[in-house]
């Protein structure tokens, strides 16, 4: 795989953020933006919260994937697909968990700038965590707050930088991965300061035909005044990555290390490119009554994708069925996207009296993605001996648009000394438009517009009974419309949109509480949930290549989470993060048994588990930090997983154990961080994470067997 730099105008900025002596793990003051628009401690928040910052970052493996660091989050399942042709697994309390690739039902930020479209479909390949300050996860009601598709929402915040330094660092681990990044951090006069780095990763992959590469640059550019604070960023992005597919059942029970023929036949494989640039604006104003700031976000780019699957050449011309193979889109994905977008808000603040006080967020945004999709076969030639895992003839072609408008205001109160009240609504719109530009034979035009409207409300109420206990109830109404891909086929096969197929709500209600015992050095969280979704998307029909989608009626999300973190003494530290989780069908209903399918029937019982999700997860993790080192074990568990609806097979649940040593030495004008990691200690083979529904029951994407990780990296004032 030849392994491109497209992005190297970035190169003569590039000198990643030195490394710094990381501090403490978050306490329980950490400064939040998430949830309610504004700066708030997480303690005082009234939802669930979860805080990943730049130690912890930088400790669980290469910076490369959000599955190293985010299971210490309760409440989310990030899985590593360990296929990078396909992007993570990702969900929260069961949003989202159907996504057979991509990430849904989460909405996605970096710096403020989204990094799902405004249908609900998102990618974190872009992400730079080696840049981050930290990661704020929201889950639970007070989601709804951010639009279409919030089941929970990730939000990385980038680290300005604090001292002049460049730095180098390098990691070299199994499966043939290596990575090499530089970086410069330079504090500027007059408020000004400068952020660059490049990073080149490549991973061979323990299966065969699951080597990838990624080129990532980021540029960010930061003023900080009396008043105002402004921060740009730039970043472009360049992965290819050869896709080595799921495994039926028999073949993960052989031999996880496998890939499936149809890989190398087809040679399945994604090329993604993309570039970025967003500025956020936040001022502060001291003369003009209760209005207190502004901030506004501003960002466009652009992504471009081709992807070649293996889909047969059977399905895509198949001569006993022709009418079905004029409309088939072929087994090449080719996109072009544009997208770009704006969100302004304004804070106001209200000192009633010496014990009430009331703030008022309020703003509104608008999304923006345009792109020109194209199908080919993935073959050339005819009769017994194509050319295959090629680009052949044109099979779509079709410029679709999609348009997010919403307006959002969040109101907190401060009824007492011991009482506060939370208000929030969010009303907007989402409209599709598709035209068709292949219309050949039977593939007629489908064409066609659609929009959904919806309005969010969300309350809380809090009751801070002691200086270290704070006690919530707070409940939400969601929404989550199609996405494109959902949208693209009617199930009965005809021309169109598929226009009966309705968004998704949900209401959700959360009880939590807030513990914090200074004295005994520890913090707790804790929060029971219940979300109840109505006309929950599914899988319709599946034929000649292409899938079609409908409502299959109610969904229950039920469950508990914990989040425990312990100073048991100055050098010892100890976190636990449990997740109870009963995710289930509500309502039964009928799914297709095989490819292709013109009619479901095969019933999916109520109370069947919903697809994706998983039972119970579990990370905890014991450091002794002594000085400049720091040594920790860490423990991992997840239930099993359902495959699909009818809940024929489960990934099996696991346990997994991982060791790590990091030291921190002064050597001369500079630092030298080394860290040593070895993952899945005992070298269980696991499905580390499953392709949901997928057709050809090549359900299971295994874990990688023990791993070792070696990185050094080395900072330089200048």
């Known amino acids: 795989m ?50 990943v910052d730049a130690a912890e970052l930088r400790s669980a493996g290469p910076m490369v994937n959000l599955s190293e660091a985010l299971a210490r989050v309760p409440g989310l399942v990030v899985n590593l697909r360990n296929n990078y042709a396909q992007d993570l697994q990702i ?60 089941g929970g929402v990730i939000s990385l915040l980038s680290s300005a930088p604090r001292q002049r330094a460049y730095s180098v660092d390098v990691d070299a681990g199994s499966a043939g991965l290596r990575q090499l990044r530089v970086g410069i951090d330079a504090p500027l006069d007059n408020g000004f300061s400068l952020r660059a780095s490049l990073s080149g990763f490549r991973i061979d ?20 005044g009396e008043r105002d604070r402004v921060v740009v960023v730039l970043n472009a992005l360049d992965q290819p990555a050869q896709d080595p597919l799921g495994l039926t ?134 009769g017994a001996a194509p050319v295959l895992g090629v680009t052949g003839r044109l099979r779509r072609d079709e410029h679709n648009r999609v348009e997010a408008k919403s307006a959002y205001a969040q109101g907190e109160f401060q009824l007492g000394p011991r009482w506060a009240a939370t208000l929030g609504v969010r009303s907007g719109r989402v ?15 489908d064409s066609g517009a659609l929009a959904y409207r919806y309005t969010n409300p969300v309350a809380a109420v809090q009751w801070r009974a002691s200086d270290g206990l704070h006690v919530y109830l707070s409940a939400g109404r969601g929404f989550e419309s199609p996405t494109f891909n959902e949208l693209a086929y009617r199930s009965d096969g005809s021309a169109g949109f598929n226009t009966e197929l309705k968004a998704q709500g949900s209401k959700q209600v959360e009880l939590g509480a807030k513990w914090r015992a200074a004295a005994l050095g520890l913090a707790i969280d804790a929060a029971v949930f219940d979300a109840r979704t109505d006309d929950e998307i599914g899988v319709a029909t599946n034929r000649g290549g292409r899938a079609s989608f409908r409502n299959v009626d109610r969904t229950e999300r039920r469950g508990v989470e914990v989040d425990l973190r312990w100073r048991i003494a100055s050098a010892w530290r100890a976190q636990l993060a449990a997740t109870w989780l009963r995710a289930s069908y509500a309502d039964g209903f009928f799914v297709c048994s095989a ?75 500079g630092q030298l961080e080394l860290l040593g990691r070895v993952d899945n200690l005992a070298d269980r083979r696991v499905a580390g994470s499953v392709i949901v529904n997928e057709a050809n029951q090549r359900f299971f994407e295994p874990a990688a067997g023990r791993s070792l990780l070696l990185s050094a990296r080395w900072s330089q004032r200048f």
């Open 205 to 224: 992959g323990f299966r065969p035909h699951s080597e990838a590469q990624r080129t990532l640059g980021n540029v960010r550019l930061g003023y900080e």
């Open 431 to 445: 409209g599709f438009r598709s035209d068709d530009r292949y219309i050949v034979g039977g593939n007629l035009d």
């Open 91 to 150: 969900s929260s309390r069961g949003f989202g968990a159907r996504a057979s690739f991509g990430v849904r039902g989460m909405r996605l930020y970096s710096d403020g700038i989204p990094a799902a479209g405004p249908d609900g479909q998102g990618q974190v390949s872009h992400f730079d965590l080696a840049g981050a300050e930290r990661v704020e996860v929201l889950r639970g009601p007070f989601s709804a707050l951010y639009g279409n598709g919030s």
């Open 595 to 669: 490819v292709p399918c013109l009619v479901p029937n095969v019933p999916v019982a109520a109370g069947n588990r919903i697809a994706g999700t998983v039972a119970r997860s579990a990370y905890a993790e014991m450091v002794w930090a002594p000085g400049a080192a720091e040594f920790g074990i860490e423990a991992r568990a997840q239930g099993r997983q359902a495959v699909n609806e009818i809940n024929s097979d489960f990934a099996s649940g696991y346990g997994l154990l991982a060791l790590r040593a990091l030291w921190r030495l002064d050597l001369g004008p």
């Open 2 to 51: 030849r392994h491109r730099l497209d992005i190297l105008w970035l190169a003569a900025l590039a000198l990643p953020a030195a490394a710094q002596t990381p501090p403490a793990p978050a306490p329980a003051d950490t400064i939040v933006v998430i949830g309610s628009g504004a700066e708030q401690r997480v303690f005082d928040t009234p939802y669930a919260v979860g805080v």
């Open 249 to 382: 059942r028999a073949q993960f029970e052989a031999d996880p290390d496998q890939t499936t023929p149809q890989a190398t036949q087809f040679d399945t494989r994604k090329n993604t490119r993309q570039t970025q640039a967003g500025a956020h604006w936040r001022h502060r104003y001291t003369d003009a009554g209760a209005l207190r700031e502004s901030l506004l976000t501003v960002y466009q780019g652009r992504r471009a994708v081709t992807q070649w699957q293996a889909i047969p050449v059977a399905t895509q011309v198949n001569p006993g069925n022709p009418v079905l193979s004029e409309r088939q889109p072929g087994g090449i994905i080719d996109f072009d996207r544009d997208y770009r977008g704006v969100d302004a808000r304004w804070v106001w603040r209200w000192a009633l009296g010496a014990e009430h006080g009331a703030q008022l967020v309020a703003g509104a945004a608008f999304d923006d993605s345009r792109e020109d999709r194209r199908g080919f076969e993935n073959f050339v030639g005819s």
